[in-house]
């Protein structure tokens, strides 16, 4: 039995550093779907639906502090340049969102200046908005905002299983992954 596991084990590892060999060969392309799934992981046709507002931006400003929208309810306002809607925003414009503040740990802080992709919850009944699946819904991009920045999160070796192990070797080798790959993809999981 135990020999049959290591076998599986083995087996896994050389798919993962085969098909991450591949992705490394100049002219081999990553498929729209498989980018996506590695970017935002094996729920991104979800994520990509649930989303009301889909776009690459700039982050302009955020309160970071306590702001009451009418209802009265806490939260921070923050602004951004939108450069590339994507779905439910205009480009070229400004968007200001507003995000209760007990949404604001499912995700990292959204500082001045940073690039991002995010995949927003459409609007509330009081105008409140926060990326969809936390983290998962905000993907941060290169200074220019054109590629993708991977974003495993960090496994302590000490609680790396296999499989976290070949994730970190696969993350190493993909190449990067475009705006344009994303695109396709999120247009195609919402039927667009």
Do not use: C
């Not at 702001?67 to 070229?92: C, K, M």
């Amino acid at each position: 039995m135990r020999s049959r596991q290591v076998f599986l084990v083995a087996a896994y590892f050389t798919i993962i550093l085969t098909t991450g060999a591949l992705l490394a060969v100049p002219g081999f392309a990553e498929s729209d779907q498989a980018a996506a799934a590695r970017i935002l992981g094996s729920n991104w046709r979800q994520v990509s639906r649930r989303a009301g507002i889909i776009f690459t931006g700039t982050v302009l400003s955020n309160s970071g502090e306590s702001a009451q929208t009418d209802s009265g309810v806490p939260s921070v306002e923050i602004r951004f340049q939108v450069d590339r809607a994507i779905a439910g925003v205009e480009p070229g414009g400004i968007l200001t969102i507003h995000e209760w503040i007990g949404s604001l740990s499912r995700h990292p802080a959204m500082r001045p200046g940073e690039h991002l992709l995010l995949f927003l919850y459409p609007p509330s009944s009081l105008g409140l908005t926060s990326p969809v699946s936390g983290s998962q819904g905000q993907i941060r991009l290169d200074p220019l905002g054109r590629t993708i920045v991977d974003q495993p999160g960090p496994v302590p070796d000490s609680q790396a299983s296999p499989i976290d192990s070949a994730s970190k070797l696969r993350h190493i080798s993909a190449p990067a992954t475009t705006l344009d790959q994303l695109e396709r993809a999120i247009h195609a999981a919402r039927g667009e």
